[in-house]
């Protein structure tokens, strides 16, 4: 039987260590020596050049839709998350929003094509999910 609800912990002594260095340090967080080396280990063991931690999905959606270059109208649909609609406000773009298939429950393709104007940069299609449009 495998018991879903029990957490895996390390051995002990194995957890103090990293906590002793933790207090040696006062370095939680924000490029601390663990977080850089276990994004390390991820992007060597993905093989990409980048790859950072960042601390929730609202801070995801913001970093993409600055690395998209996004501004002005961006398509999505009110059925999403609220971090979906806040961090396009939140970088100063106008959410249009398109209603969703009521078979699949995602974006109607239908729907985002009488939305897209001269104004739209971007399509998010579903919440970690922004494509950017080439005007």
Not at 16 to 32: M, S
Not at 83 to 109: F, G, H, K, M, Q
């Amino acid at each position: 039987m495998i018991n879903v609800t029990k957490s895996y912990l390390p051995a002990l002594e194995e957890y103090v260590k990293y906590l002793e260095g933790i207090w040696e340090r006062g370095h939680l967080t924000n490029h601390g020596p663990l977080v850089l080396e276990l994004e390390q280990k991820i992007k060597d063991y993905l093989g990409v050049k980048h790859f950072f931690f960042v601390n929730n999905g609202t801070i995801a959606l913001q970093i993409a839709i600055k690395a998209l270059g996004l501004k002005d109208d961006v398509i999505t649909t009110p059925f999403s998350y609220v971090a979906t609609t806040s961090s396009l406000v939140w970088e100063s773009c106008n959410p249009i929003y398109a209603d969703i298939d009521e078979r699949t429950l995602t974006i109607s393709a239908q729907e985002i094509e009488t939305k897209i104007t001269d104004q739209t940069s971007g399509l998010s299609l579903f919440m970690e999910t922004l494509v950017g449009l080439k005007k």
